[in-house]
């Protein structure tokens, strides 16, 4: 909370460098979000596997980003505000990623069924152990 607080002056000031650090972060979560999901999609991974996944593979742990900032540049350094951009992109933007996800659930799974004949949950995902 201290460091939005730090940085809430330099976002207002700096409209300009907040914009080029913003058009590159949605690029990239919106990238590797699809990626994410459409490679799930190929693979035949179930939509309650596949959603979520593809939010972490877009995910930047800007929370990481944040502490690692503030420890040798300081609560008001380029570095922080950089993280705080992150931050205030990334969660809704990510917000964004799952409401498409949960939306695009119905043709998610009918095309699953289209192209596999069965359905992930049925298959086992590995082998049972064997009894003694």
Excluded: D
């Excluded at 300009?16 to 459409?38: C, D, E, K, R, S």
């Excluded at 035949?44 to 939010?55: I, N």
Aim: charged share 10%; no cysteine; hydrophobic share 55%.
């Amino acid at each position: 909370m201290l460091l939005f607080i730090f940085q809430a002056g330099a976002i207002v000031r700096r409209a300009l460098v907040i914009a080029l650090l913003a058009v590159p972060i949605l690029i990239q979560v919106f990238m590797n979000a699809g990626l994410t999901y459409l490679l799930n999609w190929r693979l035949g991974v179930a939509h309650r596997v596949a959603a979520p996944s593809s939010l972490i593979g877009a995910s930047n742990f800007f929370e990481l980003a944040v502490a690692t900032a503030i420890s040798p540049f300081g609560l008001e350094s380029g570095a922080a505000l950089t993280t705080v951009v992150g931050v205030l992109i990334e969660v809704p933007v990510m917000l964004a990623v799952a409401q498409i996800a949960n939306r695009s659930r119905a043709w998610y799974e009918a095309s699953i069924q289209q192209h596999f004949r069965e359905p992930l949950e049925s298959q086992p995902h590995a082998r049972a152990p064997r009894s003694r």
